[in-house]
């Protein structure tokens, strides 16, 4: 691999993603290889199928410890209790003030004081939950239902709670498979930028706070277009190619990426194994060349410098 071809190699691998990546025809002439040429420097050609996919991100979750949102459950459950009894006794205080019964001006005065304090003592944990916790787990914690809103219940039952900080709010509307998406956290771990997101797990996954876990995050709507192997992608000028066999067998045309929407790459143990490229992008049933491309490369490379 040439050291432009291992330089682009190392800007995709690093990013995860072509940039802004749509495919257009290329205005270089179509290019011909008779049958003994394609033999002789192994030319193979592969009808790729249309398939349906995601783009995906590997991130990295944190495993939250939910022991402190529980205990601050219990505090809210608690709290409305005791703000629920003060306003009864002020509410029966009023009241019998009125109707000149034996209650002091004093003790009416006492019981609406001790409703006040309730009540801001609610008003403190309210702000503190979503202070720390964000709005969406911040309302869980204090939902009206017994054990709270589902994620609560599901932490009560010893469900993993977990954090994935996105770059951006846009792709903070990531899905992680097998994860339950919470909300936005009300805290940026520090150190870090972006927006951090709750998701919540199963009661039988077992991970103890603190562990961190890979992911495959989806960030995007699912699609459909071709798998195209990193066999048949050739580099030149900044850009990426594949060549596609025309109508008539032995010809073919160069598809350059140029600026428009990004295209997923798929990995696999750190090296790059395909490009998800959009339907629109091809022909239906394109027949790609997936292996022996340089060959075609270097016809297009001598022919553009007649």
Request: hydrophobic share 50%; no cysteine; net charge positive.
């Amino acid at each position: 691999m040439s050291k432009a071809n291992a330089a682009m190699m190392a800007v995709i691998l690093a990013f995860g993603w072509l940039p802004n990546a749509a495919f257009a025809q290329s205005s270089t002439p179509v290019l011909t290889l008779s049958a003994t040429q394609r033999h002789d420097a192994g030319v193979k050609i592969r009808a790729l199928p249309l398939v349906r996919t995601a783009p995906t991100q590997p991130m990295t979750a944190i495993v939250r410890n939910a022991a402190p949102i529980l205990v601050l459950r219990a505090s809210w459950v608690q709290q409305q209790a005791r703000a629920g009894l003060a306003r009864d006794e002020a509410s029966r205080a009023e009241a019998l003030y009125r109707a000149g019964h034996n209650i002091s001006q004093a003790q009416l005065q006492r019981a609406e004081a001790a409703r006040a304090v309730a009540v801001a003592r609610l008003d403190a944990l309210r702000a503190r939950a979503i202070g720390l916790y964000g709005k969406a787990l911040g309302a869980a914690i204090m939902s009206d239902q017994a054990r709270g809103a589902p994620a609560l219940t599901a932490l009560v039952q010893g469900a993993p709670l977990i954090e994935l900080v996105f770059a951006t709010p846009h792709a903070a509307h990531g899905v992680a498979a097998g994860w339950t998406r919470i909300g936005q956290a009300g805290v940026l771990p520090a150190g870090l930028t972006g927006v951090p997101v709750y998701f919540y797990g199963t009661p039988h996954q077992a991970l103890p706070a603190g562990a961190a876990l890979r992911l495959a995050v989806r960030t995007g709507p699912a699609q459909m277009g071709y798998q195209v192997p990193a066999s048949a992608l050739i580099y030149r000028h900044g850009q990426v190619l594949i060549f596609v066999q025309q109508a008539r067998a032995g010809t073919f045309q160069p598809v350059s990426l140029q600026a428009g929407r990004a295209a997923a790459i798929s990995r696999q143990d750190g090296r790059l194994r395909s490009l998800f490229v959009p339907q629109a992008a091809l022909p239906a049933q394109p027949l790609v060349v997936v292996a022996g491309a340089g060959l075609l490369r270097s016809m297009m490379v001598t022919q553009a410098g007649r």
